[in-house]
């Protein structure tokens, strides 16, 4: 069956270190990876996307890897900050078309100070 | 601001009531998808509508449906509400490829605020 996994369900860092998420999918194969960032009782914010023929995409501290023989994507947050603090969460499509996006169930993200 | 609107922004009804949730798509953007969130379910994937015609469906139960308008706002409806219903619903818009193959060829999408239903 069709799976994407998100690494842990919460992760814990100290303010200025990198926070790494780990998104694993099987029985897919995506055209894009979407990372999307979530606070509590809003809708998600999309933040970065990566293609399959991609490797690796930058946006200010914000850095994607994506690995389709692993079947993977990681998502680092440099010199993390308490405002960082958030549910993410990795969506991809299914190599088609149609724009439908399947998301995992996200990964909560706490820095403190 | 992602420029999707919901309305309304809560709702609290009772069991076996019907409901209607309301979206307005960013400017431009002719798909519309639907989402629900629940605290043991995540964020799945309902249905999507493309310039007002259904384009994919998920996991929508029968007793709910869509529509998106000639203007592309969209309504669901949730009808012979649950207690299991209660959850937040959220509506998201993208640029899609659509048939003609123009435009990006990736699905970024913007999601509204969301209507959190209550059914008591």
């Known amino acids: 069956s069709q799976k994407i996994e998100q690494n842990s369900e919460a992760l814990n860092i100290q303010e200025g270190k990198t926070a790494t998420l780990t998104c694993n999918y099987t029985n897919y194969s995506p055209a894009y990876l979407q990372w999307y960032r979530q606070d509590p009782g809003r809708g998600p914010v999309f933040l970065l996307l990566i293609r399959e023929n991609e490797k690796e995409k930058r946006k200010e501290r914000l850095k994607v890897t994506f690995d389709t023989t692993l079947k993977q994507s990681l998502f680092h947050i440099t010199a993390s900050q308490p405002a960082d603090s958030a549910t993410y969460l990795c969506a991809l499509d299914r190599g088609s078309t149609l724009g439908r996006l399947y998301f995992g169930r996200g990964t909560q993200l706490t820095v403190w100070p | 601001d992602s420029g999707v609107t919901q309305t309304p922004k809560h709702l609290i009804t009772a069991t076996g009531q019907r409901v209607t949730l309301r979206c307005s798509p960013r400017s431009g953007d002719l798909s519309v998808y639907w989402y629900q969130q629940s605290l043991d379910q995540g964020l799945q994937f309902l249905i999507q509508?493309?310039?007002?015609?259904?384009?994919a469906k998920g996991n929508i139960l029968e007793r709910f449906s869509a529509q998106q308008f000639p203007d592309l706002h969209s309504e669901l409806n949730l009808s012979s509400l649950e207690l299991g219903d209660s959850a937040l619903y959220f509506c998201?818009?993208?640029?899609?490829?659509?048939?003609?193959?123009?435009?990006?060829?990736?699905?970024?999408?913007?999601f509204g605020p969301g209507t959190r239903l209550t059914v008591l």
């Open positions: 998201a818009s993208s640029v899609d490829l659509g048939t003609s193959g123009r435009g990006p060829a990736y699905n970024e999408q913007f």
């Open positions: 509508y493309y310039n007002g015609e259904e384009r």
